[in-house]
Every structure is written in structure tokens, then in C-alpha cells.
T-cell receptor, first 118, second 116 residues
Framework: GAVVSQHPSRVICKSGTSVKIECRSL??????MFWYRQFPKQSLMLMAT?????????EQGVEKDKFLINHASLTLSTLTVTSAHPEDSSFYIC??????????????FGPGTRLLVL | AQKVTQAQTEISVVEKEDVTLDCVYE???????LFWYKQPPSGELVFLIR??????QNEISGRYSWNFQKSTSSFNFTITASQVVDSAVYFC?????????????FGEGTQLTVNP
């Protein structure tokens, strides 16, 4: 149980294009999903917290107009990197937390998406 | 402020050796949760264990064991008889709801390499 999928696993795009990444909880309902970014040999950096049916909460320094998050259902959240530039190249990982949504719940992580912007 | 410190950046051992990964945390909350995750080269974070602040019992799961010491704010992870497949980055994380809401605070990770 507690499986989270991400699609695509890898994407290469041209500078200026937009890229959408999907995060799905496959066998549980997630009221809260999280989006992280990870640079090589570094820890995870939380970008935003996404609650189903409401606006995402972005961390300081993360541009909400550049990283659009939609959490339309209890099993799906999407992250759209708009007008991507080479500096947006990174490993993006989502996580999902169970239905109770409380902080005591475990976050289960997706396999990540490697984005390369040329 | 909440903080998780994994002082060991990299550890290299030979197969079958025991290895302990250290984790020290800081929080003002009285109720908090500690986690360990494994990140193999494929990138996915694999959940290993969750501990709440009121449960100081040590836990063993196969070759894995965890030592939670509130007195020293530590939550160390030991792998017994390590195997090559244990090679990965291991992250310790803290959830302290009063201070950080729903966020997880991650340590910087420890890269474990198990050589044959």
C-alpha cells in the first residue's frame, strides 16, 4: 500500500515551454500533497503544500506564477513549470499524505521527475 | 528553530559490516515525529520508519534497527550485516506540527556506499 506515482519520469524541453508533472496516490486518498525540488547531492527543498480543493501554499522564494499547482482531487496533484528556463532543470519529487492529513501521518514519495531544460 | 543534522555526509563500508547513521534533531515541540527515508540511485524516497516523540522504544526490522534517545535528541539508524543493495542516500526527517505545520524538515542526508 501507499504507492505514489509521478509522470513523466523524465522530460527534456526547450527553454520557454511549459511542462506539467502529475502526482497520483494510487491506493489511498491524499488530502495533502507536497512538491519538492532536489539538486544533485543536496537535500529536498519543499516548494509548496497542496491541499485538495484549495490554493497551494508556497514556500518563501518560490514563485507561484512560475510553478502552478493544482490539486483537483484526492488522488491527483499537478505541478506546471511555466516558461521553463535552464535554471529550472532539477529533480522534482512529490509526496502524498493520508486522508486524515495530520502531521503525524507519513508522507509517501513518488519516484520523481527529472526535468532538463535546454 | 527546528533542525535536523546528519553529520556524516558520506560513509563507506565493506559488505557485512554494521553501520550506524546518526541523526540529531532540534525542536521546541513536545509532540513531534521522526522519520527515516532511503533514496537509492533511482531517486525515489522509500519510507523506512516513523516514530512519535512519546515512544522511545527501540525498533528492529530485519537488519535495520533504530535507537531513539530523547535525552540526546537523537534518532540513529543501524544497518546490521550491510549489503551492496543498502547503498543509497539516507535522510532523517522531523515533523513538528506546532512549529512547522505540515512540513517535514529534512537532514542533509548521508550517502552510504557498501562495497563488495
Amino acid at each position: 500500500g501507499a504507492v505514489v506515482s509521478q509522470h513523466p519520469s523524465r522530460v527534456i524541453c526547450k527553454s520557454g515551454t511549459s511542462v506539467k508533472i502529475e502526482c497520483r496516490s494510487l491506493d489511498f486518498q491524499a488530502t495533502t500533497m507536497f512538491w519538492y525540488r532536489q539538486f544533485p547531492k543536496q537535500s529536498l527543498m519543499l516548494m509548496a503544500t497542496s491541499n485538495e480543493g484549495s490554493k497551494a501554499t508556497y514556500e518563501q522564494g518560490v514563485e507561484k506564477d512560475k510553478f502552478l499547482i493544482n490539486h483537483a482531487s484526492l488522488t491527483l496533484s499537478t505541478l506546471t513549470v511555466t516558461s521553463a528556463h535552464p535554471e529550472d532543470s532539477s529533480f522534482y519529487i512529490c509526496s502524498a499524505r493520508g486522508l486524515s492529513g495530520g502531521p503525524q501521518e507519513t508522507q509517501y514519495f513518488g519516484p520523481g521527475t527529472r526535468l532538463l531544460v535546454l | 528553530a527546528q533542525k535536523v543534522t546528519q553529520a556524516q555526509t558520506e560513509i563507506s563500508v565493506v559488505e557485512k559490516e554494521d553501520v550506524t547513521l546518526d541523526c540529531v534533531y532540534e525542536t521546541r515541540d513536545t509532540t513531534y515525529y521522526l522519520f527515516w527515508y532511503k533514496q537509492p540511485p533511482s531517486g525515489e524516497l522509500v519510507f523506512l520508519i516513523r516514530r512519535n516523540s512519546f515512544d522511545e522504544q527501540n525498533e528492529i526490522s530485519g537488519r535495520y534497527s533504530w535507537n531513539f534517545q530523547k535525552s540526546t535528541s537523537s534518532f540513529n539508524f543501524t544497518i546490521t550485516a550491510s549489503q551492496v543493495v543498502d547503498s543509497a542516500v539516507y535522510f532523517c526527517a522531523l515533523s513538528d506540527p506546532e512549529t512547522s505545520g505540515s512540513r517535514l524538515t529534512f537532514g542533509e542526508g548521508t550517502q552510504l556506499t557498501v562495497n563488495p
